[in-house]
Structures are given as C-alpha cells and as structure tokens.
C-alpha cells in the first residue's frame, strides 16, 4: 500500500521498475565507489537462495520500497526481512537516492518506511548495510537513530523493540552474568533508546526483563541526553 510521505509517495516495487531503479543505483553508487555499470537482469539476480534468504521480489514487492513524486523515482529501499544470520532482524542492503536538494529528506522517509514495515513482520532490529564511503547514507541513518558498527563494510542498527529485544538476549546475559565475579550482584540496570526505556534485573546470576524502578541501580542510555539527571 501507497504512504505519504512529505510531498513524496512511498509505494512497493512493480514489475518494470528494474530499470529506473537499476539507473538510480549506477548512478548514486558511483559517486563513491567508482563507475558502475550492473544491469536490470543483473540486479533482479541478486533475488536468490544464493544470497537472498527471503522470498523473492516476484513473491514480495514490499521489500523493494520507492519514493516517487510526480512520477519521478527519488529514491528506494532494498530490505532483506529474513537475513541468513538474525530471523529477528530486518537489513537493509540498498538505500539510493537522485542527485538532488531534498535526498536526505527521501533518505530518511524511506528508513522511516522500512521501519514500520520492519516492526508489522515482528521484528525488533533493524539494520542498514553501507559502504564506508557512503556519507549520506550514513548520515541520514545517524539522524534517525541509528548506531554504527563497523565489520568487512558498515552496518548502522536501530532497535525498534527494546523490550523484545533485550527479552532475545537475557538467556545469554544471564550465562554471561553466571560465569562473571559479578554472578552474586542483585539490582536494575534501565536502558534507555531514543523514546524506548526497559530495565535488566539481575538476580541469582540470571537476568530478566521487565519495567524499571523509580530509581534503578544502574542507568545507561544511548546518548548521554537521555540518562536522568
């Protein structure tokens, strides 16, 4: 389904779109890594059990997102919702956008629409896989939220579910916690993300979920902003 999004449309992928989009990618991705010059078939090739463990843009258009104004393509989001190695986490492997005043405007309506399609498939992470040498990108995700982690390229990750999240990952906090010389150590650590707020108890070496205290033994935040004062 179609979304608004400031003077733009943001729709799914329709048969035929290959080669605007396939343009807008030679072009944006040249800028920084050099001429290049992959073709539309190419591009839908990509949409395999090789490298793709999603199902395909034939069966799901919705992982391929558009902004477009007046008929214009202005930019699009790639997004794998079922990566090999996180079935909690959706990445988004392509973010380009045209050469144009408002591109980090479409940059960031377009993470914004991943976002939300993100959280209705359950997920509670979402990433965006970038080239060191894409600034925009980059700057357009540090601008929403999202926190950078650098491996063979970047990725940039935005929790979209605190709670969830940390809920995923107490089973390995708790045996971390087990076999460390703070394993006796009782009290809250809240977190804090952006607007998301949600308190680690640790108890008997083993560590759950839940709200946080008026006052928790511990505060951490994303930013320092965000930490009570």
């Known amino acids: 389904m179609p ?3 400031k003077h733009m449309t943001i729709r799914s992928f329709r048969e035929g779109d290959e080669k605007p989009l396939v343009q807008l990618f030679n072009t944006y991705l040249s800028e920084f890594l050099g001429p290049i010059r992959l073709t539309p078939a190419a591009w839908r090739s990509q949409f395999t059990h090789t490298n793709w ?10 992982c391929c997102r558009i902004a477009e104004s007046d008929g214009k393509v202005l930019g699009y989001a790639l997004t794998d919702y079922k990566p090999f190695w996180h079935e909690d986490t959706a990445v988004i492997q392509e973010l380009c956008v045209a050469e144009e005043s408002s591109a980090d405007d479409v940059m960031r309506a377009l993470l914004a629409d ?3 399609r993100a959280i209705d498939r359950g997920k509670s992470t ?3 896989a970038l080239s060191p040498e894409d ?3 980059s700057a357009a995700a540090a601008d929403s939220g999202y926190r ?6 970047v990725f940039m990750a935005l929790i979209l579910d605190l709670s969830g999240f940390l809920e995923e990952i107490a089973p390995a906090l708790s045996a ?11 009290g809250s650590v809240n977190i804090v993300s952006g607007d998301q707020s949600s308190c680690l108890f640790c108890a008997d ?3 759950t979920v839940g709200p946080a205290p008026d006052v928790p033994d511990v505060a951490l935040a994303i930013r320092p902003e965000d930490l009570p004062h």
């Open 53 to 62: 463990n999603a199902p395909s843009l034939t069966d799901d258009k919705d």
């Open 3 to 5: 979304t608004q999004a």
């Open 126 to 128: 979402i990433a965006l």
């Open 135 to 137: 600034g925009l990108s």
């Open 176 to 186: 971390r916690l087990a076999e460390s010389p703070m394993a006796d150590w009782r």
């Open 114 to 116: 991943a976002e939300q």
């Open 205 to 207: 070496g083993a560590v």
């Open 148 to 153: 950078e982690r650098r491996e063979d390229g």
